[in-house]
């Protein structure tokens, strides 16, 4: 937590140089399901505190080896999306790797626009392909705005989650539980990445924590039984971090209010940033 900075603050500026930026952005407004998801990115903050700095598995001290920068929360970035995408594209200036905390998924929109991401990749349960403007609706209103079908993948998307209408949209790429079940978590995100990257542009990861079983993310009105272990959402974040062709990812759809009373959902959420951050400090330098 002190690494990181912790507690908000000032926004760092433009000039500013880091390794890893994090910034909240709190959307809960257009929720399809009540939420306070509001309250997560203080809590990932808080929760940070209960960590080291230090992965025995690789041997690396992240206070070491990178520097992170906290630049705060977004004010109500459901209100004015235009200033949310800003704020996403100051922290994606100043940094190498920009990790958003949501908030709802609405949070993934401006996180794309912000960071000029021309690829997209999403880890959830759900295809995301409502109409409208909600948390159900975040690759619907980017594929609405041009981004192409094409360079979007999906992994672990959810048996008895998804309306046959989502089926097969603007030829995405689907990777379901099935296949990670099969292929490893490792090799399906691997694989996602690539399809993202086709477009040869800057890639957004959706890491929208209902993927996960609702065993370890209560928090997650949406989460069910049977989906992504804690082992593999970390996993996951770990590759993503380590791909340079990744300059933004957002943690969506906790709402602390649900947790577990051990606080479960937002530790994991925790961990995650921890391993978007050790991905990256294994990236090659540049």
Same mark, same amino acid.
């Given at each position: 937590?002190?690494?990181?900075?912790?507690?908000?603050?000032?926004?760092?500026?433009?000039?500013?140089?880091?390794?890893?930026?994090?910034?909240?952005?709190?959307?809960?407004?257009?929720?399809?399901?009540?939420?306070?998801?509001?309250?997560?990115?203080?809590?990932?903050?808080?929760?940070?505190?209960?960590?080291?700095?230090?992965?025995?598995?690789?041997?690396?001290?992240?206070?070491?080896?990178?520097?992170?920068?906290?630049?705060?929360?977004?004010?109500?970035?459901?209100?004015?999306?235009?200033?949310?995408?800003?704020?996403?594209?100051?922290?994606?200036?100043?940094?190498?790797?920009?990790?958003?905390?949501?908030?709802?998924?609405?949070?993934?929109?401006?996180?794309?626009?912000?960071?000029?991401?021309?690829?997209?990749?999403?880890?959830?349960?759900?295809?995301?392909?409502?109409?409208?403007?909600?948390?159900?609706?975040?690759?619907?209103?980017?594929?609405?705005?041009?981004?192409?079908?094409?360079?979007?993948?999906?992994?672990? @998307?959810?048996?008895?989650?998804?309306?046959?209408?989502?089926?097969?949209?603007?030829? @995405?790429?689907?990777?379901?539980?099935?296949?990670?079940?099969?292929?490893? @978590?490792?090799?399906?995100?691997?694989?996602?990445?690539?399809?993202?990257?086709?477009?040869?542009?800057?890639?957004?990861?959706?890491?929208?924590?209902?993927?996960?079983?609702?065993?370890?993310?209560?928090?997650?009105?949406?989460?069910?039984?049977?989906?992504?272990?804690?082992?593999?959402?970390?996993?996951?974040?770990?590759?993503?971090?380590?791909?340079?062709?990744?300059?933004?990812?957002?943690?969506?759809?906790?709402?602390?209010?649900?947790?577990?009373?051990?606080?479960?959902?937002?530790?994991?959420?925790?961990?995650?940033?921890?391993?978007?951050?050790?991905?990256?400090?294994?990236?090659?330098?540049?």
């Amino acid at each position: 937590a002190a690494w990181l900075g912790t507690g908000g603050g000032t926004p760092a500026s433009d000039e500013r140089r880091a390794d890893l930026a994090v910034l909240g952005v709190p959307t809960w407004r257009t929720s399809l399901s009540e939420t306070a998801a509001y309250t997560t990115p203080g809590a990932v903050r808080a929760a940070l505190r209960r960590y080291s700095t230090y992965a025995t598995s690789l041997g690396l001290d992240l206070a070491d080896r990178l520097t992170a920068a906290d630049f705060g929360d977004v004010p109500d970035p459901d209100a004015d999306e235009d200033a949310a995408a800003a704020a996403v594209a100051a922290a994606t200036r100043a940094a190498r790797l920009t990790v958003v905390l949501g908030g709802d998924n609405a949070a993934t929109v401006p996180a794309v626009r912000g960071a000029g991401a021309t690829g997209l990749v999403t880890l959830d349960a759900h295809h995301d392909l409502r109409e409208g403007r909600s948390n159900g609706s975040p690759v619907r209103r980017l594929l609405d705005a041009g981004l192409a079908g094409s360079a979007v993948a999906q992994v672990g @998307i959810a048996d008895w989650a998804n309306s046959a209408a989502y089926a097969g949209v603007a030829g @995405i790429t689907v990777l379901g539980r099935q296949d990670v079940a099969e292929r490893g @978590i490792a090799e399906c995100t691997r694989v996602a990445l690539d399809v993202a990257a086709g477009g040869r542009g800057p890639v957004h990861v959706d890491l929208d924590v209902d993927v996960c079983d609702r065993a370890v993310a209560p928090a997650c009105p949406a989460s069910r039984p049977g989906g992504l272990s804690a082992v593999e959402l970390l996993a996951a974040a770990r590759v993503v971090g380590g791909d340079p062709r990744v300059h933004s990812v957002d943690l969506t759809e906790v709402d602390t209010t649900r947790d577990a009373p051990d606080g479960r959902t937002v530790r994991l959420v925790a961990l995650a940033v921890l391993e978007l951050a050790a991905g990256l400090a294994t990236r090659p330098a540049r």
